[in-house]
């Protein structure tokens, strides 16, 4: 089983190891502890430009050399930004390592030239059109708006085409120099690397990482978890889009787990809601999930659906939500808690794929878990449990949102 | 779970008695994957009857060998296998991934679906329903909207051919849906069967265990029928889909490429890595790092018939679109100027480690093999294909490159608020 090796850096930056004689590559990333939801509503978008920005080379090498070194490694560099982390990835083969950190190293140093902003934006706007053609995004979106309220956690990651047009080049090196700091970053390894080797390294060429700013404390506040349906009219769209959601737990919860299976037996693929809704041809999709935060979790799940069969299908959705302690049975939770513990081992058996799961939990938690400690935590998962989960996070009070060729629901 | 380096001995290749081909790579680890593909597809769906593979695939998971579908489904999550497939054009997949332990009951589930479908009348409907609610579902997508528009543009129906062909998506098309009748689907599965089929298997086992697993589990499947569907090429066409409300102009272009089975193959995989491969690359950085005009931009192979076409595709708001197809297109014609040499040096590395990458999780080897096996006639051990890679040299590709001009027979397929396309021509559309 490979061991973790955790370190805290003199210039506060944190290394995560995970090294594994036996992977055929290696893969890095830096995960930084910043997200949309630290954006004011004026500055919506900031995040995400600046996960753009840093593609776009630093004062040593421009856009053109960093794009070439990037692809040197063989195509598998890339970034996203979420509400509350920003992450930068590579993998590559292990003869590659020094180049590997070298150039990622490189990429979270950015210039952020004008030329390259102003360019960067249009580029931007064109992935907001994208997604405004999109209507399970465009749904998603209003979902989170509403439930969230004013809460940060409920604003678009891209922003809007206000806010990324009119997002200036200061504001951006301002955000980026706050929020990019040695406190709020970790540089996670997996794969065939040798970690001393890779310490070394880091001790030397990562020291003079600036500080920056804490990570702010995240907005406590409560959604606002409107107990409504509102409906969004779309005459050019030929199907109904429906999403809805009700509170969860965070990612620092014990019954985490639980949570996931509990989603799972409702709205997984051999979950309720495909027998009550898809089994039966009422919706063509049907799902929920579980989302975590690091404050703040939710159950998240709809369906789509012919517009004259919407009503049905959203009043079948909330019974099957109303009634989910009938799906809590020792052998259903045995059964998901499996598949779950399944998944997390395949999961983890490639480098790339180990990295976000190690890189994302330390950023969310603080922990280092390894791929036996995931699994072992969904079998240890027991029916009271997946029941406790459902007396702290009731389903029966939904916020709703539908778009289609319906003007109510 | 770490997967060990692959060994050195090369994948095991057997043909079963009845016909099924069986490729077979060995790896330290406590997990397996398998793919099975069944050389049909939905361009096999008879002609009018379009939706027919696509239906029976759904109908097959409806209960097997005495389970009804709830049965089948829990049957499969009480082994905690990951499964994946569906239904391409040309083939028909059924892959499942797990713990070792679950193999051989994993394959066996597997083999019942296939030989013992309970096949519910009471189904039926649902799922020629369900099959029509996915096609109005692709309508709300621009882009899988230009996709099936490109499709039927570029490779359009032979009207001799008994096959529907490419044309449609495998959902089918409301008229194919409106004329299936469960008979009809029934026989069609008759075509499901160990010729012309080809199953992946990675796990921990030995060679002649491995071989014995399959042949006790998916040796008695029915003998099948493998014919492949022609993909006749429609150069030069354009087609403007209007689309009056939508946020961007889709652009669609498709040209012949090279075939698996070319000589030049491999220097047509490496230019379209030089093309479209990374951020680097020349598509990405024409379009979208040099001039801003779309967030995606792309170019990749696409395999029909036995015969390999080049698609790029990219989306801009509408008074951007002429801009970005003309540089779109400007980037395919100059190809045959041929690579730098530090392009090309970039795009074989490229290729050669995503070689290893595609080799590295069992899911992703176990495909590998059957689409080697499905495509080229034979399994590519990864050291082999790296040195195959390797051993290619700019001078190559170049002479392949100075008479590749996928934009000479180009089709062009766009969809949005306004035609982007220079001179618009109503007669091809």
């Known amino acids: 089983m490979p061991e973790i090796h955790h370190h805290t850096l003199d210039s506060g930056l944190t290394l995560l190891l995970e090294p594994d004689p036996d992977a055929q590559t290696i893969a890095a990333g830096y995960f930084v502890n910043t997200g949309s939801r630290e954006e004011t509503p004026q500055d919506m978008g900031a995040s995400h430009f600046i996960e753009h920005l840093l593609f776009k080379g630093s004062d040593e090498v421009g856009a053109r050399e960093l794009n070439e070194r990037l692809d040197d490694l063989g195509g598998h560099a890339n970034a996203f930004t979420s509400e509350e982390a920003t992450v930068y990835h590579a993998a590559t083969l292990p003869e590659h390592t020094p180049e590997l950190l070298h150039t990622l190293t490189e990429l979270m140093r950015p210039a952020l030239r004008d030329t390259d902003i102003h360019t960067e934006r249009g580029v931007i706007l064109e992935e907001i059109a994208m997604y405004a053609d999109q209507p399970s995004v465009r749904v998603t979106d209003q979902l989170r708006a509403d439930y969230w309220g004013d809460h940060p956690l409920g604003q678009p990651i891209l922003g809007t085409t206000d806010t990324v047009t009119t997002l200036t080049p200061d504001t951006l090196r301002a955000h980026h120099h706050a929020r990019y700091g040695a406190q709020r970053v970790t540089l996670a390894v997996t794969g065939q690397f040798d970690p001393h080797q890779l310490t070394q390294w880091a001790e030397h060429h990562l020291k003079d990482w600036p500080t920056g700013t804490p990570t702010p404390h995240p907005d406590t506040r409560p959604p606002t978890w409107p107990d409504h349906t509102r409906t969004l009219t779309d005459p050019d769209l030929t199907r109904v889009h429906l999403a809805a959601t009700s509170p969860g737990l965070s990612a620092h919860h014990p019954l985490r787990e639980a949570a996931h299976i509990l989603a799972d037996l409702i709205g997984g693929e051999n979950g309720t809601l495909y027998w009550t809704l898809i089994d039966t041809g009422t919706c063509d999709s049907a799902d929920l999930a579980h989302l975590e935060y690091q404050h703040h979790g939710t159950f998240e799940g709809g369906f789509t659906s012919d517009p004259d069969r919407a009503p049905q299908a959203l009043a079948t959705y909330r019974q099957v939500l109303r009634d989910a302690h009938t799906l809590i049975t020792p052998h259903a939770v045995r059964r998901a808690a499996r598949k779950l513990a399944v998944s997390t081992l395949l999961r983890a058996e490639t480098p790339q794929g180990r990295l976000f799961t190690l890189g994302m939990e330390y950023l969310a938690t603080g922990r280092t878990l390894s791929t036996d400690d995931l699994v072992e935590r969904y079998e240890a998962v027991t029916v009271q449990d997946v029941q406790e989960v459902l007396r702290l996070c009731p389903m029966d009070r939904l916020t709703v949102v539908a778009l289609g060729p319906i003007s109510e629901l | ?429």
Do not use: C
């Open chain 2, 1 to 429: 779970m770490p997967v060990r380096p692959p060994p050195s001995s090369p994948a095991h290749l057997w043909t079963l008695p009845g016909g099924l081909t069986v490729v077979f790579e060995r790896r330290h680890t406590p997990g397996f994957a398998f793919d099975l593909r069944v050389p049909v597809g939905s361009a096999h769906d008879p002609a009018g009857a379009e939706g027919t593979g696509g239906v029976l695939e759904e109908w097959l998971f409806k209960g097997a060998a005495g389970m009804d579908a709830r049965a089948l489904q829990d049957a499969f999550d009480d082994l905690g296998v990951r499964r994946g497939g569906g239904v391409g054009p040309e083939a028909t997949r059924i892959g499942v991934s797990g713990l070792r332990a679950d193999l051989r009951a994993a394959l066996a589930l597997t083999a019942d679906v296939l030989n013992r479908p309970e096949l519910p009348e009471d189904e039926f409907e649902i799922l020629t329903d369900l099959a029509r609610q996915d096609i109005e579902g692709l309508e709300d997508s621009p882009a899988d909207r230009l996709a099936t528009r490109a499709r039927q543009v570029a490779f359009s129906r032979p009207p001799a051919s008994p096959y529907a062909g490419y044309a449609h998506p495998a959902s089918g098309t409301t008229d194919g849906l409106d004329a299936l009748t469960p008979q009809g689907v029934r026989e069609h599965l008759t075509r499901y069967g160990q010729t012309g089929s080809v199953l992946g298997l990675v796990a921990d086992l030995d060679p002649g265990d491995a071989l014995a697993l399959v042949e006790g589990t998916l040796g008695g499947l029915r003998p099948g029928l493998d014919e492949p569907v022609p993909a006749p090429f429609h150069a030069h066409a354009q087609a403007h889909e209007p689309h009056p409300d939508g946020e961007q102009t889709h652009l669609s272009l498709t040209a012949p490429g090279v075939g698996p089975r070319d000589a030049h193959w491999l220097a047509w995989q490496v230019a379209l890595t030089a093309l479209s491969g990374g951020s680097a690359s020349r598509l990405f950085h024409a379009v979208r790092e040099e001039r801003g005009l779309a967030y995606a931009v792309s170019a990749s192979p696409i395999l029909l018939g036995g015969h390999g076409y080049l698609s790029a595709y990219a989306a801009s708001t509408p008074d951007r679109a002429p801009e970005t197809l003309q540089v779109l297109r400007e980037e395919l014609a100059r190809l045959p100027q041929g690579l730098t040499q530090a392009e090309f040096e970039r795009a074989r590395t490229g290729l050669a480690t995503s070689v290893i990458f595609g080799a590295e999780s069992l899911r992703g080897r176990a495909h590998a093999l059957t689409r080697d096996v499905a495509l080229f006639g034979h399994p590519r051990s990864v050291q082999t294909l790296r040195q195959s890679i390797q051993a290619l040299t700019l001078t190559h590709v170049n002479d392949f490159l100075s008479t590749y001009d996928p934009t000479r027979d180009a089709t062009t397929v766009t969809l949005g608020p306004s035609d982007p396309t220079p001179h618009p021509d109503p007669t091809h559309a």
